[in-house]
């Protein structure tokens, strides 16, 4: 399981790396990473989860957006 989660996210790394932000995008990436570790270290499960959430959802979402669809 653990295995099938570093591919996954290595996945999104490189599809991340792929597209343009703006230096407001990246900020706001910036401080939702900050956001979780400090959540992480403060043992806030409930916060970090929520903030995580958001994230995955914020760059599923925009990648989707962008990415030109596959034709059949």
């Known amino acids: 399981m653990a295995i099938g989660s570093i591919d996954k996210a290595d996945r ?10 703006t230096d407001a995008e990246r900020a706001k ?3 939702e990473h ?3 570790l400090e959540l992480v ?3 806030d499960v ?4 929520a903030v ?6 914020t760059i599923l979402s925009a990648q989707a957006a962008r990415r030109p669809t596959r034709p059949d």
Do not use: F, P, Q
């Not at 409930?46 to 989860?49: F, K, Q, S």
């Not at 995580?52 to 959802?57: A, G, L, P, S, V």
């Open 34 to 36: 900050a956001s979780l």
């Open 29 to 31: 990436k910036d401080e």
């Open 52 to 57: 995580m959430r958001e994230h995955i959802d």
């Open 12 to 21: 999104y790394r490189r599809l991340a790396l792929e597209i343009a932000r």
């Open 46 to 49: 409930e916060g970090a989860a």
């Open 41 to 43: 270290v403060a043992g």
